[in-house]
Nanobody, 129 residues
Framework: QMYLVESGGGSVQAGDSLRLSCIAS????????IAWFRQAPGKERETVAT??????????VYADFAKGRFTISKDNRKNTVYLQMNSLKPEDTAMYSC????????????????????WGQGTQVTVSS
């Protein structure tokens, strides 16, 4: 079974950038969906962005708060999905996690999270003002 490991979190100032990595243990096939989520203390989990293995045919999808600031991308050679986060704000402070699975979630964010087969352990992002 595929497993995922996140890295790249840290403590930064508002306006700074971070690049998170979600490293997969296996090749990310065309129909595999990778999602980045975040959850701040006391708040609901939010979907940040999603990307499929065949990202050339199906473009990534972003939450409104991520559009224009965050970019999700994939490096097939490294089995890695990145989340580039620019112009970070204090409200971006959260635990960021990636999840993967053969799910239609990449096209329909209303799909249940139980569709995902594997989750990473998360990486903390803290943005101070």
């Amino acid at each position: 079974q595929m497993y995922l490991v996140e890295s790249g979190g840290g403590s930064v100032q508002a306006g700074d950038s971070l690049r998170l990595s979600c490293i997969a243990s296996e090749y990310i096939t065309s129909s595999y969906c990778i999602a980045w989520f975040r959850q701040a203390p006391g708040k609901e989990r939010e979907t940040v962005a999603t990307i499929r293995g065949d990202s050339g045919d199906r473009p990534p999808v972003y939450a409104d708060f991520a559009k224009g600031r965050f970019t999700i991308s994939k490096d097939n050679r490294k089995n890695t999905v990145y989340l580039q986060m620019n112009s970070l704000k204090p409200e971006d402070t959260a635990m960021y996690s990636c999840a993967g699975g053969y799910t239609r979630f990449c096209r329909d964010w209303e799909r249940p999270l139980s569709d995902f087969e594997t989750w990473g352990q998360g990486t903390q992002v803290t943005v101070s003002s």
